[in-house]
Structures are given as C-alpha cells and as structure tokens.
T-cell receptor, first 112, second 116 residues
Framework: DGGITQSPKYLFRKEGQNVTLSCEQNLNHDAMYWYRQDPGQGLRLIYYSQIVNDFQKGDIAEGYSVSREKKESFPLTVTSAQKNPTAFYLC???????????FGNGTRLTVT | GENVEQHPSTLSVQEGDSAVIKCTYSDSASNYFPWYKQELGKRPQLIIDIRSNVGEKKDQRIAVTLNKTAKHFSLHITETQPEDSAVYFCAASGANLQGGSEKLVFGKGMKLTVNP
C-alpha cells in the first residue's frame, strides 16, 4: 500500500528486550525517515537517512538505532534504553530533493 | 531549528459548515508546507501542499493559504462531511545548502469531528 511496507502491524515485547521494526520501500526514494506518534504529541522524528550508509539523528533519537545498508530498507531498533517505547511508529520516504513524504501503515509497539 | 505550532487541537463542526486549521512556523527559510490527514489507526496521507512562492492553493473543497510575512498558513475545508473527520497535521520544511531537503517538522495535529 503506497509502496512502503512496515511490518508487523502490531508488536508486543517484554521490557528489557530490543526489538526491530521493518520498513521497506519500492518507490526508489533516496530518503527514509522514522517517526514516533504519541497521543497529542504529533509526529516526532527519530532518525532519517538521505543516502545509503548514512543517517542522522532526529529530535528523539535516544534509545533507538537504525541502519541503511540498502536503499530500499531502513530498519529501526528500539533498544532497552528507550524509556517509553510503547507508541505508534511510522516510516516514511521521499525523493532526495524533499517532500512530499509517503508514509507506511505503521507499527504499533507495546512493551510491558 | 524549525518549530511548528498548530491550533486549535480539537474542532467540532456540523456537517456542511467550514473548518479552518491554523499553523505558525518559526524558520523564515522554510519553503514547503504540506497538510496531512490521518484517520484513526491509519497512516497520514498528504491532502494538499503549498510552496512559498504561492500564496494560495485550492483543490475542490480544501484550500491552503500562506502568509510568509506573518509566518503562518491555514487549511480551509468547506462543506464539511462526516468522512472529513480525522486528525490533520501541518508541517514545514526548507532546503539545505546541498540542494536537498531539510527534514519536515510537524505540528501536533488537530482532531476534526464533523457531526452529521
């Protein structure tokens, strides 16, 4: 749907475990992004990558890590250092020249 | 960095009324302003966008206006329908020195409820 696939849709983990969220795009977009969405907080940028093998921290990168080994893929790892990991995570992509952003359907992560 | 403020946070209207959502931004270098609609549990979808060289853009029942001097932009929805009920996000971004794009900064969103 929309060329960006996030999996799984729902994810449950125990506190203290690392978990990796998948994001794949077939839009041939250069840039990929991870956003976190909490009620009343809007979308906050975690990490973004404009080219393969390069990525930058966004506004709330602490407790998260990413990799960009392939243009099509931008997985996000939520580590045990993230204090409040339960949230809705959205992956997006765009051309290098910029927006519009195309979003995936999101992964809802619940950590108990 | 850029800061985007959006208000109101919630709005309830009767079907057929108009709705206006306002956003302000802080970075005068921002030049791209999209609006996204997000239905419950779904991904945000772009509904309209405007660049800084344009003051107004319209697409059927929705329109966006931009005031660069005041650094604010607004979304106008006319003849609202129940299916317009959703959360609407504004955002802003600029261009970096390398010719690429600066990251999009989003407002906190506004929940619109259209009552039949």
């Amino acid at each position: 749907d929309g060329g960006i696939t996030q999996s799984p849709k729902y994810l449950f983990r125990k506190e203290g475990q690392n978990v990796t969220l998948s994001c794949e795009q077939n839009l041939n977009h250069d840039a990929m992004y991870w956003y976190r969405q909490d009620p009343g907080q809007g979308l906050r940028l975690i990490y973004y990558s404009q080219i393969v093998n390069d990525f930058q921290k966004g506004d709330i990168a602490e407790g998260y890590s990413v990799s960009r080994e392939k243009k099509e893929s931008f997985p996000l790892t939520v580590t045990s250092a993230q204090k409040n990991p339960t949230a809705f995570y959205l992956c997006a992509s765009s051309m290098w020249t910029g927006p519009p952003l195309h979003f995936g359907n999101g992964t809802r992560l619940t950590v108990t | 960095g850029e800061n985007v403020e959006q208000h109101p946070s919630t709005l309830s209207v009767q079907e057929g009324d108009s709705a206006v959502i306002k956003c302000t931004y802080s970075d005068s270098a921002s030049n791209y302003f999209p609006w996204y609609k997000q239905e419950l549990g779904k991904r945000p979808q772009l509904i309209i966008d405007i660049r800084s060289n344009v003051g107004e853009k319209k697409d059927q029942r929705i329109a966006v206006t931009l005031n660069k001097t005041a650094k604010h932009f607004s979304l106008h929805i006319t003849e609202t329908q129940p299916e317009d009920s959703a959360v609407y996000f504004c955002a802003a971004s600029g261009a970096n020195l390398q010719g690429g794009s600066e990251k999009l900064v989003f407002g906190k969103g506004m929940k619109l409820t259209v009552n039949p």
